[in-house]
T-cell receptor
Framework: NAGVTQTPKFQVLKTGQSMTLQCAQD?????MYWYRQDPGMGLRLIYY???????DKGEVPNGYNVSRLNKREFSLRLESAAPSQTSVYFC???????????????FGSGTRLTVV | GEDVEQSLFLSVREGDSSVINCTYT??????LYWYKQEPGAGLQLLTYIFSNMDMKQDQRLTVLLNKKDKHLSLRIADTQTGDSAIYFCAESIRRGYSTLTFGKGTMLLVSP
């Protein structure tokens, strides 16, 4: 099935542990994004990659790093997890050069992360 | 500045119409979107409207845009229990790069 695949779906970390959230899309989209969703806060952009080989900070980048491994994959790394990073993380992709509907994002199903 | 505001909660009865409202502040928005998020799932694009349009209808969905007041609404006719979800308004702004700014979401609860 075409779309955005995120792994893992659930994760519990201890404070100070590190982990990498994986994201892959098979729609040949140029741009990829990482958002976090917190109750009452909506979605906030962490990092984005406008195209393969480029990454830029979004609204809330502190405590995170990203890698655009190739056109398909965009990973998010927490080097030293903190309880404030407990959230649901969504990866998304889009192709701004595509038709009008592609101006919208295609989202993955999310990674639910708890840091204790 | 950019900010998208939505009411947080709406409760309706099955068969009624639902109207979810959204205000935005950036007049340079080119497209405005409605996304739906069902429990435990990601966001799904529901519909969109180009900024030079006033209205768009798509089956049970009607989107109204008042550009002067920067007000966007989503009307769902004959609301069903399966429409219960969180609805996000989002605007697309081109500022060196294109990204979406989301509202905080409106939780729609449809009771039988």
């Amino acid at each position: 099935n075409a779309g955005v695949t995120q792994t893992p779906k659930f994760q519990v970390l201890k404070t100070g542990q590190s982990m990498t959230l994986q994201c892959a899309q098979d729609m040949n989209h140029n741009s990829m994004y990482w958002y976090r969703q917190d109750p009452g806060m909506g979605l906030r952009l962490i990092y984005y990659s406008a195209s393969e080989g480029t990454t830029d900070k979004g609204e809330v980048p502190n405590g995170y790093n990203v890698s655009r491994l190739n056109k398909r994959e965009f990973s998010l790394r927490l080097e030293s997890a903190a309880p404030s990073q407990t959230s649901v993380y969504f990866c998304a992709s889009r192709d701004p050069s595509g038709g009008i509907p592609n101006y919208g994002y295609t989202f993955g199903s999310g990674t639910r992360l708890t840091v204790v | 500045g950019e900010d998208v505001e939505q009411s947080l909660f709406l409760s309706v009865r099955e068969g009624d119409s639902s109207v979810i409202n959204c205000t935005y502040t950036d007049s340079s928005s080119t497209y405005l979107y409605w996304y739906k998020q069902e429990p435990g799932a990601g966001l799904q694009l529901l519909t969109y409207i180009f900024s030079n349009m006033d209205m768009k209808q798509d089956q049970r969905l009607t989107v109204l845009l008042n550009k002067k007041d920067k007000h966007l609404s989503l009307r769902i006719a004959d609301t069903q229990t399966g429409d219960s979800a969180i609805y996000f308004c989002a605007e697309s702004i081109r500022r060196g790069y294109s990204t979406l700014t989301f509202g905080k979401g409106t939780m729609l609860l449809v009771s039988p």
